[in-house]
């Protein structure tokens, strides 16, 4: 059993990186409101920006989006560790029966797919502001062949794609919880902590 300092310790540890979750979290939203209102504000108009900066301001921001959530992710991959540790040793009675009551219920969305969700949402809010920052003050109509063929648009679109793939790869490969448990397990079983 650890000490109750220790098992303190992690579970501020654990609420910790959950509040920096929140804040990366909360910045991208903020973020992705204020680029969705600015790019068009900042893209008509005499003193409109030229068409590379809004496109190259888009791009760079879907990359940072994708950092973020690769951060996001991390911070959650983290609080995993900490509490599978705290649960294979029984030393917190709380993680056990949230546990429990998590895989009963159901009642809460898993963390890990709703990240995806929002920064998949983010994303979409992102490209598509872009997209129509470049195109609408142009006058081209939205879709038009003219509009599809212009190197801006469809390598925007493309990026766009790639951000949402980008973004499901890095969920799939943080969502492996079992991987944590049974590692947790050989670790604990190798320093004779955990029997059977």
Partial sequence: ???SEDITKLHAESLQLRNQ???????ALASTGISAWLIPAISSGENKLPDILIFGSTVSWLFLLLIFFAWSLSL???IDIISRYLRLRNDSEWEIHYSAYNKQTKLTPKQTRFSLWIFWLYGLIVTISGLLSLFLPNEKEVWSWDFIMDWKCSTLMGIGILYFVCCYILYKM???????KSE??????EHGILIG
């Fill in 1 to 3: 059993m650890l000490k």
């Fill in 21 to 27: 979750q929140f804040q990366i979290v909360t910045l």
């Fill in 76 to 78: 959650k991959r983290l």
């Fill in 174 to 180: 943080n969502s492996k919880t079992d991987q944590i």
């Fill in 184 to 189: 947790w397990e050989r670790i604990l079983k």
